[in-house]
Structures are given as C-alpha cells and as structure tokens.
C-alpha cells in the first residue's frame, strides 16, 4: 500500500476563512444569516411546521447548528406541550 500526502491545488487560496467566529461586521447589513440546512416547510401537519419553527428560532437565538434531545425537550415545553398520563 502506498502511502499518498495530500498537495493543496495551485489555485486555492492560501488562507482559511473560519465562519464560525463570526464577527459583528461580517454580514452587509440587511442580510439575514445565511441557512444552511433550512427545507421548504411542505408539511401537511401545522405542530409539525410550529415546531420546526420554533427549534429553528432556537437555533438562532443560541447560535447552535444542531441541539441536543434536552433542548428539544425544552423547546417543546415552550410551546406548552406536556407529557399525557
């Protein structure tokens, strides 16, 4: 087996942009955050886009990606949901 290394192409840029240290004066202003992952909210049930609405305010509002099951759990609860007996 041969072992390969990996050469960076001549016309890539020499620098890495981290976007996940967002400064304040990264964005133009009047540009919302971009959304990587945002769907087309086709859902038939309306909890189902309520919910997807919440989580991704969540999201925003925590600057998170991805959120645990207990912050689901929490975003679920402000919508006032409870667990039936």
């Not at 400064?23 to 540009?31: A, C, K, Q």
């Not at 087309?40 to 886009?49: F, I, K, M």
């Not at 919440?54 to 998170?64: G, N």
Request: glycine share 2%; no cysteine.
């Amino acid at each position: 087996m041969q072992s390969s290394t990996l050469q960076p192409q001549a016309d890539a840029p020499t620098t890495f942009e981290d976007r996940r240290q967002r400064s304040v004066n990264s964005r133009p202003d009047g540009l919302p955050e971009r959304r990587q992952f945002q769907d087309a909210r086709n859902y038939r049930n309306p909890d189902a886009v309520e919910l997807a609405d919440a989580v991704d305010s969540y999201k925003l509002a925590h600057r998170r990606r991805f959120i645990t099951y207990e912050e689901l759990h929490d975003v679920i609860m402000s919508l006032g949901y409870s667990k039936a007996n």
